[in-house]
Each structure stands twice: as structure tokens, then as C-alpha cells.
């Protein structure tokens, strides 16, 4: 159930990054590990926009959780590096280094 719930996060917040940055609406063509610094990157330019201008609701994607189903398969058709990324995002979230103690409150 972990997995599921931490999965979902993952999906959710990438797709409020394709929402903002055009670059996540195609396959990233480079090396995994790049990738991830793309990843990485626009989070923290995303991180620093929110903490300047507040939130704007228009830049944002509403993610209900409670729909999104854990029987879906989302990745169909997906390559193996597509996938082995996500679940590195994955594990990351949801141990305790890639934790934030804030979410789960939020969640919950």
C-alpha cells in the first residue's frame, strides 16, 4: 500500500511539472542519470517560483489521490528506463532521506 501511495505521489507531482515546463510532455531523450538532474532541477526552479509568488492556482494540477486508481496501469507501453526512474523517484519518496514529515500531515 506504500508503494501505491508513494507511486501516486510521484505521478501526481510529475504531472504538475509537465503542467508548468513543456519538456516533460514528450520522452526526455538522454542518459537516466541526466535525466533525473532535469527532474531535480525543476523541482527546485518550481520549489524557488512558489516560495517568491505564492501559489497560483492557474500553474498548478490538482491531483485528487483518491482517484487516481492503483490498478491502472499508467506506464503501458513505457521503456524499461521510463520505468526503472520511476521507481527510483519512487523509493526515493518514500523512504526516510527522501521523506518530508509536512506531506503526511497534509495528506492525512
Known amino acids: 500500500m506504500r508503494l501505491t501511495r508513494a507511486r501516486r505521489y510521484v505521478e501526481c507531482t510529475f504531472g ?3 503542467n508548468k515546463w513543456r519538456v516533460f510532455h514528450t520522452p526526455i531523450l538522454v542518459e537516466p542519470e541526466f535525466a533525473t538532474l532535469i527532474v531535480k532541477a525543476a523541482c527546485v526552479i ?29 506506464a503501458r507501453g513505457s521503456t524499461i528506463s521510463a520505468r ?16 518530508l514529515d509536512w506531506q503526511y500531515n497534509v495528506v492525512h
Open 84 to 99: 526503472d526512474v520511476r521507481v527510483y523517484f519512487a523509493t526515493y519518496f518514500d523512504s526516510p532521506k527522501g521523506k
Open 16 to 18: 504538475i511539472l509537465a
Open 46 to 74: 518550481h520549489n524557488f517560483v512558489r516560495r517568491r509568488d505564492g501559489v497560483e492556482y492557474e500553474d498548478t494540477l490538482h491531483c485528487p489521490f483518491e482517484s487516481i486508481s492503483s490498478e491502472t496501469n499508467l
